[in-house]
T-cell receptor, first 110, second 114 residues
């Protein structure tokens, strides 16, 4: 059963911030939110993860709402190379596998 | 580059043949995972190793599939008597484990069964 809901697709302009939403309304207290992306014909690439605090790394920022029922991945300055399928995944701390949904196909346009 | 590597990257075989794929994880990672991805879908979990022990197998892993990790380092995934429905991308990932473990994926092996 899918634990997350993401839009099927979205477009964004090169150089602008891309905000990717994810709903996870049934998330439990010990479940982390992970984001991966998959560029065409490549393996998934880890982006970022978080539990309840906002997180930032060199690739992106993750904003998690206070009730933890939704989150947003922010790519601060999208480039054409950011065109990919983005997966939002909820994983319990004592679970080992990642359960991927269909993800959001993000197209960055010049 | 010290990432996860997979070999071969592409494999074309005829129905009924056996195929074997190899995965070399990141060197200090003790967990290794196999996933399968069909066209237009997200990856699906197949099986998982903690060192050399295979701890979980998905119901997707029929008895024609076998995976090994003999010395807790590299792993192989064998498919016997391949069927056209086995055509997919086979992905390997590795991690150090822990509550906040991060899995790092290899480039995948794309299998086409004719």
């Amino acid at each position: 059963d899918a634990k997350t809901t993401q839009p099927t697709s979205m477009d964004c302009a090169e150089g602008r911030a891309a905000n990717l939403p994810c709903n996870h309304s049934t998330i439990s207290g010990n479940e982390y939110v992970y984001w991966y992306r998959q560029i065409h014909s490549q393996g998934p690439q880890y982006i970022i993860h978080g539990l309840k605090n906002n997180e930032t790394n060199e690739m992106a920022s993750l904003i998690i709402t206070e009730d933890r029922k939704s989150s947003t991945l922010i790519l601060p300055h999208a480039t054409l190379r950011d065109t990919a399928v983005y997966y939002c995944i909820v994983r319990a701390s004592n679970d080992y596998k990642l359960s991927f949904g269909a993800g959001t196909t993000v197209t960055v346009r010049a | 580059d010290t990432g996860v590597s997979q070999d071969p990257r592409h494999k074309i075989t005829k129905r009924g043949q056996n195929v074997t794929f190899r995965c070399d994880p990141i060197s200090e990672h003790n967990r290794l995972y196999w996933y399968r991805q069909t066209l237009g879908q997200g990856p699906e979990f197949l099986t998982y190793f903690q060192n050399e022990a295979q701890l979980e197998k998905s119901r997707l892993l029929s008895d024609r599939f076998s995976a090994e990790r003999p010395k807790g380092s590299f792993s192989t995934l064998e498919i016997q008597r391949t069927e056209q429905g086995d055509s997919a991308m086979y992905l390997c990932a590795s991690s150090k484990g822990g509550t906040q473990e991060t899995q790092y994926f290899g480039p995948g092996t794309r299998l086409l069964v004719l």
